[in-house]
C-alpha cells in the first residue's frame, strides 16, 4: 500500500494531528484489518491531535472507504480519538448533538447528518453503526465542517433550519 503522510499540528483541541493521503496508485487490499501497513499507520497516528483523511483518485471508492471505517473505529478504540468530524453540514450535526444529549438520536440521523458519499455507500454502515454507538456513550464528538446548506442528504438543514 502506498501512502502520504503528512503532520500537521492543529489548535481544535479534538483529539488528534495529521494528514492522510492514500495515492493515486494505491491498491487497497481486501482484508484491510489484518494489513500490517494500516498497524503501522495506527501506530504511527495514535498520539496525534487530528486526522484528516483525503480521497483517493475515484473519489470514494468501496476499497478506500472500507480502509478509512476501520482506521477511524481503530483510532476511536485502540488512540481514544474523542471527536470525528466531517467534511458535512455544521448544523445538522449541531442538531444530531442536541438528539444526543436528549437520549434520541438515531444512527440513521447520523448517517443523514454525514451526507452525501460516507452516507451512500455500503462499506459505511459499519462505521454509522460504531459512531452513534460512540457518541451516544459520550465517548466521541461527531461534528461538521462545512457551513453551507442543504445537502442531499441533510434534513435537518432542508427541513428545519429555515424555521429557525
Not at 62 to 80: F, I, N, P, Q
Not at 93 to 104: L, M, N, P, S
Request: hydrophobic share 45%; charged share 15%; with cysteine.
Amino acid at each position: 500500500m502506498t501512502m502520504r503522510v503528512t503532520v500537521a499540528r492543529s489548535q481544535l483541541g479534538l483529539g488528534l494531528a495529521l494528514c492522510v493521503c492514500l495515492t493515486a496508485a494505491t491498491e487497497v487490499p481486501t482484508t484491510i484489518a489484518q494489513q500490517p501497513a494500516l498497524d503501522a499507520l495506527v501506530k504511527d497516528v495514535c498520539q496525534k491531535q487530528v486526522l484528516l483523511l483525503g480521497e483517493d483518485a475515484n473519489h470514494g471508492s468501496g476499497a478506500t472507504l472500507a480502509l478509512k471505517v476501520e482506521l477511524v473505529k481503530r483510532l476511536v478504540e485502540e488512540c481514544d480519538y474523542s471527536a470525528v468530524l466531517f467534511e458535512s453540514q455544521v448544523y445538522d450535526f449541531i442538531d444530531v448533538q442536541h438528539a444526543i444529549d436528549a437520549r434520541t438520536a438515531s444512527p440513521e440521523q447520523v448517517n443523514a447528518a454525514i451526507g452525501g458519499l460516507w452516507s451512500t455507500a455500503r462499506e459505511t454502515a459499519p462505521l454509522v453503526a460504531f459512531l452513534h454507538q460512540q457518541a451516544m456513550a459520550g465517548r466521541i464528538t461527531l461534528g461538521g465542517l462545512d457551513p453551507q446548506v442543504g445537502g442531499a442528504t441533510q434534513r435537518y438543514t432542508q427541513q428545519r433550519l429555515p424555521a429557525v
